[in-house]
């Protein structure tokens, strides 16, 4: 299963605002209203997730809304030894 932050769309939104899919993502969900945790553990990658607190405009916001992936990112499956979410996209 791909990554969602490698999504073209997110790079291309990035580009317009010197940010990166990661960014852009993390700034769509706070557009959305959510709480987003990011998991990271390098601090480059820590510093970049506060960078990621910028304004989206609302048409770079449905840009990535149109995506309607079915995707989950936090995936308890291994851990549990069940295949959790089997119905989303790209599982198997």
Known sequence: M???IDDP?????GKK???T???????WGVAHGRSVIPKSKT???IQA????????????VKKIDELD???????PSKPFKYA?????DGKQ
């Open 21 to 27: 899919g990661p960014q852009v993502a993390l700034a």
């Open 17 to 19: 605002y010197g940010k």
């Open 84 to 88: 959790f979410y089997s119905d989303l």
């Open 9 to 13: 769309v997110l790079a291309e939104v």
């Open 2 to 4: 791909g990554k969602l």
């Open 43 to 45: 601090e480059s990658r």
């Open 49 to 60: 997730n506060f960078e990621g607190d910028f304004h989206l405009g609302a048409e770079d």
């Open 69 to 75: 992936k079915k995707m989950r990112f936090n995936d």
